[in-house]
């Protein structure tokens, strides 16, 4: 995400590097090189220049100020007023309705069922909702399908009628089952077109003037940079929206949208889609985001994403195996598993301050634990257990089942045995050991 950016933006910190102060001259030059980098990330032109003004102005004036070398007080500069242009605070989406209405707009393929789906799911896994999806996309039967789908995944209900051709109406029918039901959010997903089109602005304007949503959120494609700003700007000269969704981050490098959206609509960014499965969303932290662009990773959120997977229950059901020496690879396995359910490899990378920079031209599989898991799925219940049984012959068994070599059973072995006498030490007695083993 943003790597382009980050880069740029630490060459352009860079020339600031061994001086002593900031200077016009010195300042001139960074700036010149952020402002590159914007317009590189395809941030307008109006704005990155206006950006660059507020840096400057702020920089000549802390410097006197600050203990902090002209490099660092730059970084933090350009933080705060990136944060500010993505608009400061998070802003959460409205449920105060009962049930509160969603209605989702946005054009064909930018991910609006996607994230009508990740959306009922975090509803439901996180804020203890019962929700409600509504396919309310009356000319593309595959679309209705496509939500169907999405809501079995997540055992989420679908309301659609396929026969039905009125919009408004379906909709007003799934409020009323909603509230006959005891539904607390109602998700209405729209249909999009491939372009802004009369038809499409009319049905959707209609739709949310019968319903009147608690919270209208437009969905636009990251990728699509400065494209993806002008649809907001479309849509909401039309619809007023209150917030926007900003899917697909996962593949935009440059970050245009993400940065300018919220100047040019003033309606904030209030979640973003990360991938294609049901688990990648984020709310939308300005401040966060900041950091990520910056190239210094985002630990909070890092762990966040950790305090959701931790099960105390399983927590104390493993440090009993471990003190009774009986952790094995199917616990090991149900720790992937667990460190899977955090997002994948790359996103979680890049939430590390620095991994970003140190791994640029490293690849990291999306699936970083495929050979891994295949190995363990090869060995029998009781080598799992118990590693030592895992003999040359057992371990070229093993190599051929799940498709890889001697060399990366014996590494996994190695890291294995490695691990629990890790966890072992970090059992005995509170983390003396450990800490003694450190030196500590
Ligand atoms: P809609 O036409 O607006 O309803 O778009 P869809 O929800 O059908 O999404 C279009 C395509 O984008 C699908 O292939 C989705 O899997 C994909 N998609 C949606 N959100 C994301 C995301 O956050 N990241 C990635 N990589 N793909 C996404």
């Known amino acids: 995400m943003f790597d382009n950016l980050s880069d740029k933006l630490d060459k352009a910190f860079h020339i600031l590097k061994g001086h002593g102060k900031i200077t016009e001259v010195n300042v001139a030059d960074t700036l010149k090189e952020v402002r590159r980098a914007l317009l590189d990330a395809d941030v307008n032109f109006k704005i990155a220049k206006d950006f660059t003004t507020r840096v400057k102005e702020k920089a000549i004036g802390a410097d006197v100020l600050t203990t902090l070398q002209p490099s660092q007080l730059m970084v933090k ?89 009125n919009a408004v109406e379906i909709a ?101 889609g990360t991938g294609e499965k049901m688990e990648a969303i984020d709310v939308f932290y300005p401040d966060r985001m900041a950091d990520r662009i910056l190239g210094m990773g985002d630990v909070v959120s890092l762990v966040e994403r950790a305090q959701e ?29 667990q460190v899977k359910k955090m997002g994948n490899m790359k996103d979680l990378v890049g939430m590390i301050p620095g991994a970003s920079k140190a791994l640029k031209d490293v690849e990291i599989e999306d699936d970083a634990f495929k050979h891994i898991e295949a190995i363990i799925f090869s060995m029998t219940p009781s080598e799992r257990k118990s590693p030592a049984l895992i003999d040359p012959k057992r371990k070229a068994r093993i190599a051929k089942g799940s498709g890889t070599s001697i060399q990366q059973i014996n590494q996994l072995l190695k890291q294995f045995d490695q691990m629990s006498k890790m966890m072992k030490m970090m059992q005995g007695s509170g983390g003396k050991n450990l800490m003694r083993m450190m030196g500590g």
């Open 309 to 337: 997977q931790y099960d105390e229950e399983e927590a104390r059901k493993l440090q009993k195996k471990i003190a009774k020496n009986e952790f094995g690879f199917d616990d090991f396995l149900s720790q992937i598993q």
């Open 77 to 165: 500069i350009v933080k705060d007023e990136l944060t500010e242009l993505m608009g400061g605070d998070a802003v959460g989406v409205n449920l105060s309705g009962n049930p509160s209405v969603i209605l989702m707009s946005g054009l064909q393929g930018s991910g609006k069922t996607t994230f009508s789906g990740k959306l009922a799911n975090f509803l439901t896994t996180k804020k203890n909702k019962k929700v409600l999806l509504v396919a309310c996309d009356i000319y593309r039967p595959a679309a209705i399908n496509q939500l169907h789908v999405v809501g079995e995944q997540i055992g989420v209900e679908v309301y659609s009628e396929p026969e039905n051709k």
């Open 172 to 272: 007003q029918n799934a409020i009323k089952h909603a509230k006959a039901n005891g539904f607390n959010v109602v998700i209405v997903d729209t249909a999009g077109r491939l372009a802004i089109d009369e038809e499409m602005m009319t049905e959707i304007a209609n739709v949310h003037k019968a319903i009147q949503p608690q919270e209208t959120l437009f969905v636009v494609d990251a990728m699509t940079g400065q494209d993806a700003v002008n649809t907001a700007k479309a849509f909401n000269d039309r619809l007023d929206f209150d917030g926007v969704i900003l899917t697909k981050l996962d593949g935009d490098t440059r970050g245009g949208a993400a940065i300018t959206i919220k100047s040019v609509v003033n309606k904030p960014i209030k979640f973003i």
